[in-house]
């Protein structure tokens, strides 16, 4: 009994961490970052200045999503409260091109594993809500779960938003009491 143990310990614990790779794709590993900043403002993602206005201070920031088309860090007047970090995946006129990688996201997204330096493991989770082309905006707000201290006022939203005549799929990571609004344009 104890050699069939040992011998099938390693087949057990291959396949617990094949299981846990659906968790891990580029989406999340770039979100767990920023995450993992969110308690410092984002001020580690901060790159060059690339705007102010009389209520917010834009930066480039310094990471982003393989393949997206910009990505942000706004400071507002309100303090480091009012920090949002905003990532533009596409922007695009086919609709259903945007919705199919609307849906993408949201799968890499829902239920991942975030993992905090010095806190615990948070779980992402949101209830999808399907875009539709009548509709100009569609959004799907993520929590992490258990809400616990300051991470419990952490908001990951996944946008698509019908701009002029682009469609506009974005990844925001906000505070869920002060948000600033702003387009990564």
């Keep these: 009994m104890r050699r069939a143990i040992l011998v099938m310990a390693p087949v057990v614990l291959s396949a617990s961490l094949s299981a846990q790779g659906v968790f891990s794709n580029k989406t999340q590993v770039i979100l767990e970052k920023v995450i993992q900043d ?100 569609t959004q799907v707000s993520f929590s992490l779960l258990p809400a616990v201290g300051q991470m419990k006022r952490v908001r990951v939203e996944l946008t698509l938003d019908q701009e002029d005549k682009d469609w506009v799929l974005r990844i925001r990571v906000t505070d869920n009491d002060l948000r600033i609004y702003t387009t990564s344009r």
């Design 38 to 137: 969110y308690p410092n403002h984002f001020y580690h993602l901060r790159g060059e200045r690339i705007g102010q206005a009389v209520q917010s201070v834009r930066y480039r920031s310094t990471i982003q999503l393989p393949g997206s088309a910009s990505s942000t860090v706004t400071v507002g007047s309100a303090g480091p409260e009012g920090s949002d970090w905003s990532c533009t995946i596409v922007e695009t006129t086919d609709f259903k091109a945007a919705r199919a990688r609307y849906s993408e996201i949201y799968a890499q997204l829902s239920n991942s594993i975030i993992s905090t330096d010095g806190q615990k493991t948070f779980i992402l989770s949101g209830e999808y809500e399907t875009p539709a082309e009548d509709r100009k905006y």
